[in-house]
């Protein structure tokens, strides 16, 4: 049974799942958001998917974006009336840094992490993804934060173990003074030890590292096409030393 909110009644099973998985993914794609009802077994049939998904943009619940070139797939985020209603079910905060749906690099990073995300659920390693918005919360609410708001609190199965680390998905690069910055911050980090940057391709790779060359934490870089075919089979670089092993052996 449904419950009403002002002149749509949401299913809590159905439609609630889906508009957590938007707020948090910030901006997805259809097929990207598709994937995500399948892999929880919200909504397994496609025309039944796209009606509610049609259902919640008319209903004033969902933005419903082009973002060509990034992706030929319509891009949803979460509308203000939305916000109000996932308010009861997540700390939402409301203080400047909502991202703005016109910006292309926030778009493509949004999707990057995405994919990212489901890589790891469809590979079944992974066991939690915190998202960047539940760190924020985290982080501003609560005596117990970490130094930074990161992508994702990842933890995963490797073997017998698992293994919790702090994901930036980077797609663009900073300026090294900003890399500075945050190679103090993670170095003062208390609450969690391991740091992996994930990169669209090696130069940015090697900037990276260079930035963050003899840091103190165990930071790796890897590169998201190897991440996304097999995580358990991807090599990264250790900050630290520059020497490049399996992902299973650093972590």
């Not at 700390?91 to 493509?108: E, F, H, R």
């Not at 996304?228 to 670089?237: A, G, I, L, P, Y």
Request: aromatic share 8%.
């Amino acid at each position: 049974m449904g419950f009403q909110k002002g002149s749509i009644t949401l299913n809590p099973r159905k439609d609630m799942p889906l508009l957590l998985q938007v707020l948090h993914s910030r901006f997805i794609t259809h097929d990207q958001l598709r994937e995500f009802m399948l892999l929880d077994d919200h909504e397994r049939e496609r025309p039944r998917f796209n009606w509610r998904v049609r259902r919640l943009v008319r209903g004033g619940l969902l933005n419903r974006d082009c973002a060509r070139p990034i992706t030929p797939s319509p891009v949803y985020s979460i509308t203000p009336v939305a916000a109000l209603i996932l308010a009861e079910h997540c700390a939402i905060l409301d203080n400047g840094k909502q991202k703005d749906a016109s910006s292309a690099n926030d778009l493509g990073h949004a999707i990057g992490l995405n994919e990212l995300h489901l890589a790891l659920a469809g590979q079944r390693v992974l066991e939690d993804w915190q998202s960047e918005l539940a760190i924020r919360a985290k982080n501003e609410l609560t005596p117990f934060g970490y130094v930074k708001d990161y992508d994702a609190i990842v933890t995963v199965r490797i073997g017998d173990r698992s293994v919790r680390f702090a994901l930036e998905y980077e797609r663009t690069p900073k300026k090294s003074r900003d890399y500075l910055q945050i190679r103090n911050l993670l170095e003062q980090e208390n609450q969690i030890y391991r740091f992996l940057y994930i990169v669209p391709e090696p130069d940015l790779g090697s900037f990276i590292l260079e930035c963050f060359s003899g840091t103190t934490v165990a930071l790796f870089v890897g590169l998201a096409d190897e991440f996304t075919r097999s995580f358990k089979e991807m090599n990264v670089t250790e900050a630290a030393s520059g020497i490049t092993r399996p992902i299973t052996a650093a972590l």
